[in-house]
């Protein structure tokens, strides 16, 4: 019986350890949003596949808000406090959404830049982060 299980054993280990090796950028980039949805608790959700945008190579990740707290205000060019309001909430979206793990996958696959682009359910653009190598 450990003359069958050891090998098992091994071949489910390089088998996890060539799987992870052999994600692409898309799959990994799907790992990553859904952490980030994890470490956000659930305030944004539905990442989109990374679309390509430049032969740089750039991408654009778009994301649903879920919370109406994280939705920036309309009037943030007339209004300071809106204005104010509307540069914390992209900040925290930059800091949350452009970590060292996003730069470690960009460096992977040679990207130069990853844009997560926040949009409410009706469609409208609320924060913009670009993460550049």
């Given at each position: 019986m450990k003359k069958i299980l050891a090998p098992l054993i091994l071949l489910t280990i390089a088998t996890s350890a060539c799987s992870t090796q052999n994600m692409n950028f898309a799959e990994e980039m799907n790992r990553y949003s859904y952490d980030l949805i994890d470490r956000a608790n659930k305030s944004i959700s539905t990442p989109s596949t990374p679309k390509k945008t430049t032969d740089m190579p750039s991408y654009v990740i778009r994301y649903v808000i879920e919370?109406?707290?994280?939705?920036?205000?309309?009037?943030?060019?007339?209004?300071?406090?809106?204005?104010?309001?509307?540069t914390v909430v992209t900040k925290m979206w930059s800091d949350l959404f452009c970590t060292n793990e996003l730069k470690s996958i960009m460096a992977k696959y040679d990207v130069f830049m990853v844009s997560g682009q926040l949009f409410g359910?009706?469609?409208?653009?609320?924060?913009?982060?670009?993460?550049?190598?």
């Open positions: 919370k109406d707290e994280i939705k920036t205000r309309k009037d943030g060019s007339t209004n300071k406090v809106s204005f104010m309001f509307n359910k009706d469609g409208a653009r609320h924060s913009v982060s670009m993460c550049i190598k």
